[in-house]
């Protein structure tokens, strides 16, 4: 089969001959699609985070003395923290599969739905059966979560055409930072406010429920499930180069190549650079609330202001680079492989330099050190065009499933990350302890990163192609489908 980098100028004109045309609106039921999705992840992320802040006025209600105080050592509360992972790990494969066999929409819709109520619960669960009953209750949580991100990225390879992938991929997920900003945002209002620390947990539960009547009526798991879309932007969705004739994607039934996946070594090298990246992206996400307070001497609504800034200023850096990378786009000379490896470079090896700077901030220098946690963050913005498309890249047809796999992988991190916290930090006033929390991600960066740009690959790869059989000197496929082959410029 011919690749776009084999392609002869007649074939590329073929090619160019059949591209449908861009509709004419500006916004279209793709773009629907894409900020429906974004308000999943940013209920997602509340959902996810509000234990964060949550958990510090639990264990210590000084500024709200009206609502209940739990003793829970430090241990305890770092078991709390990575408990959602436990769970969390377990069903990224299994969603990813079934994402890709019934459709992604009802798949993200009871995980949100369950996950919403669990987390109203969570005051009364506290109460009940203290922090033994509140980590199952968080584990289950991570259950349900656990379908989200396979499912989006499914939904991201059905609704983007080739063309706008990187910018309503970034825009879908920039929907995480959105959710995690305003979720650590208004949890110290909520805290120190009549409502109390319980409101945290409503607040976020109730926003979860809306999203899902919302997304009940107006998702679809792909454009030929869409009442409302037009032939058009049907056609321009689910175009994409190739030289043979072959079924719409959204028509794809496929059955998953194990073997070659797992012994791919560029989904191996994204695999681990998706590892490198949670690592400290974690430490960050789940620690900082109790680091501003122990080592910045912030106080509860403080720190939850300033553990939001730098997921508002991720949030806003997603646009930047999505206008970066369009620039370097219409550069021809300018190959996919230089973006992704580029813009995956910035999102870990800056906030890598911004790691160590952190190693030896104190109450001291509270402006360089929100400045330094601002710029790590932000700069983490850079890695969704980087590898976070690349599964995308890989294989279009099972970028679901291989976001299951790495996405697992990489939140296995999110579980021992926090409890090397509780591991190491002893003294949570001691700032030397937490340097080394800092050192520790900014080595993984370092790893995770230096592998992709070696390793890396952003080549569609046989194995996204079903097998073919030779009958009476003809080739035909085994199971017929689209064979999709990214162009190199997108």
Request: charged letters at 15%.
């Amino acid at each position: 089969m011919k690749t776009p980098f084999d392609m002869s100028t007649m074939d590329k004109a073929k090619e160019a001959a059949n591209e449908p045309t861009k509709p004419n609106s500006i916004f279209g039921v793709r773009h629907v699609q894409c900020a429906l999705i974004f308000f999943a992840l940013a209920v997602t992320y509340g959902l996810r985070v509000n234990m964060s802040v949550a958990i510090v006025v639990m264990t210590d209600n000084t500024t709200n003395p009206n609502y209940p105080e739990y003793h829970w050592e430090e241990k305890a509360r770092s078991v709390i923290l990575s408990s959602f992972f436990w769970g969390y790990v377990i069903t990224q494969v299994p969603a990813g599969q079934l994402a890709q066999k019934f459709g992604a929409k009802l798949v993200v819709f009871w995980g949100l739905t369950i996950c919403s109520i669990l987390a109203i619960l969570t005051p009364i669960c506290a109460e009940i059966g203290g922090s033994a009953l509140v980590i199952a209750l968080r584990v289950i949580q991570g259950l349900c979560q656990g379908t989200v991100f396979p499912s989006t990225h499914t939904l991201v390879a059905k609704w983007a055409p080739l063309k706008e992938r990187g910018r309503l991929g970034t825009i879908s997920y920039s929907g995480a930072q959105f959710g995690t900003a305003v979720m650590l945002a208004v949890s110290g209002e909520l805290a120190s406010s009549s409502m109390g620390w319980p409101s945290i947990f409503y607040a976020s539960g109730g926003m979860g429920l809306v999203w899902a009547v919302l997304w009940f009526f107006f998702a679809s798991s792909s454009p030929s499930e869409n009442r409302f879309v037009s032939e058009e932007e049907k056609a321009y969705i689910e175009w994409v180069p190739t030289i043979e004739n072959s079924e719409p994607k959204s028509a794809q039934k496929l059955s998953t190549p194990w073997k070659s996946i797992f012994t791919s070594m560029p989904f191996l090298v994204l695999l681990l650079s998706h590892c490198s990246n949670n690592w400290g992206f974690w430490t960050l996400l789940t620690e900082m609330p109790t680091y501003m307070k122990n080592i910045l001497d912030l106080n509860i609504k403080d720190s939850a202001i300033l553990s939001s800034l730098p997921y508002w200023g991720m949030f806003g850096m997603c646009f930047v680079f999505v206008f970066i990378s369009e620039l370097l786009n219409r550069n021809p000379c300018m190959s996919l492989s230089f973006s992704r490896k580029f813009f995956n470079s910035l999102g870990l090896w800056v906030p890598m330099i911004g790691l160590i700077g952190m190693g030896y901030m104190n109450k001291d220098h509270v402006e360089w050190a929100v400045v330094l946690l601002t710029l790590t963050v932000s700069m983490n913005a850079a890695c969704y065009l980087g590898f976070q498309m690349n599964h995308i890249d890989l294989s279009p047809n099972y970028a679901g499933t291989l976001m299951g796999i790495t996405n697992g992988a990489a939140n296995i991190m999110s579980i021992i990350a926090p409890l090397l916290v509780g591991f190491i930090v002893t003294d949570e006033k001691n700032p030397s302890q937490w340097r080394i929390i800092f050192f520790i991600a900014a080595a993984v960066y370092l790893v995770g990163n230096s592998l992709f740009i070696a390793f890396g690959k952003v080549e569609t790869q046989p194995w996204n192609e079903p097998k073919k059989s030779v009958t009476n000197g003809q080739t035909s496929a085994q199971n017929p489908t689209r064979i999709i082959v990214v162009e190199s410029r997108y």
